[in-house]
Antibody, heavy 120, light 110 residues
């Protein structure tokens, strides 16, 4: 069965750091681009970042320089390292599998999401 | 404010056909593929349409996508109560160098 399971969410203070993980099952993450998408409370979905199969990385402007997407092929796991967190980063974070090894085509498998709350 | 513009809401009665529009520019829809996702509260988003008008396996043929110039549309025919959800269009933007989501359309089945 193909699925994704996120973890690592929680409450973090402004300016703090958090690392999200996304374990993949049923496919090999290095064979596909993998993405993070978030939804802030009361808002729509927003693309955050993608790492291609060749490890090229892409970010939305609001997180570039603060967030880092990476992958551990041996653990078949995707990560999102989030630094200098702001209140506006509060959201449910979803990881998703792209249908192509290159960025940014359809995302056909999604996790259930993990919630990050940035607050003092 | 997203570069892909969707109506914030749409509605229809069971059995009706509804259409959700997505307006962009030459930077995004005009030169790139369009994708559509369905999102129910508390659930994972679901891919509905890829490559402008293709349906993944498992998506009913009641859902269809189209693209013309710098706009795209999602049509849902034979509306059912379980179609009540938020719908998003997505496209790569060559000018902003990013993947853009539309603002989303909340579909209500009356």
């Amino acid at each position: 069965e193909v699925y994704l399971l996120e973890s690592g969410g929680g409450l973090v203070q402004p300016g703090g750091s958090q690392r999200l993980s996304c374990v993949a099952s049923g496919f090999t993450v290095s064979n596909y681009a993998m993405s993070w998408v978030r939804q802030a409370p009361g808002k729509g979905l927003e693309w955050v970042s993608t790492i291609s199969g060749a490890s090229y990385t892409y970010y939305t402007d609001s997180v570039r320089g603060r967030f880092t997407v990476s992958r551990d092929n041996s653990k078949n796991t995707l990560y999102l390292q989030m630094n200098s967190l702001r209140a506006e980063d509060t959201a449910i974070y979803y990881c998703a599998k792209d249908t192509n090894i290159k960025c940014c085509y359809a995302m056909d498998v999604w996790g259930q999401g993990t919630t990050v709350t940035v607050s003092s | 404010q997203s570069v892909l513009t969707q109506p914030p809401s749409a509605s229809g009665t069971p059995g009706q056909r509804v259409t959700i529009s997505c307006s962009g520019s030459s930077c995004n829809i005009g030169g790139n593929l369009v994708f559509w996702y369905q999102h129910l509260p508390g659930a994972a988003p679901r891919l509905l349409i890829y490559n402008n008008d293709q349906r993944p396996s498992g998506v009913p043929d009641r859902f269809s996508g189209s693209k013309s110039g710098t706009s795209a549309s999602l049509a849902i025919s034979g509306l059912r109560s379980e179609d009540e959800a938020d719908y998003y269009c997505v496209a790569w933007d060559d000018c902003l160098k990013g993947r853009m989501f539309g603002g989303g359309t909340k579909l209500t089945v009356l």
